[in-house]
C-alpha cells in the first residue's frame, strides 16, 4: 500500500470517528444540557470538517503517486 493509500484509509476512519462521537455527544448534550457536551459536540464536528481538508489537501499533494 502506498503513502496515499494509507491517508485514504486513514482520513475516512478518523472522519467517520469523529461524526459518531460528535453525534453521540450531541445527544448526551440533548439529554442532560451539560455544557461539556455541547463542546466536544462541535469540536468533533470541526475536527471532522478539517480532516476532509487535509484529506483533499494530501490527495492534491499526491496525485502524481498511485493507490498501489
Known sequence: MS???IHIVFVVCS???A???GGWE???FLQTHARGSLLLSLGSFAS???LLIY???VLKKLKH???L
Open 55 to 57: 484529506g483533499k489537501a
Open 48 to 50: 471532522a470538517v478539517l
Open 19 to 21: 461524526l459518531f462521537f
Open 65 to 67: 503517486i498511485s493507490y
Open 26 to 28: 450531541a445527544n448526551a
Open 3 to 5: 503513502l496515499k493509500a
Open 15 to 17: 472522519v467517520l470517528l
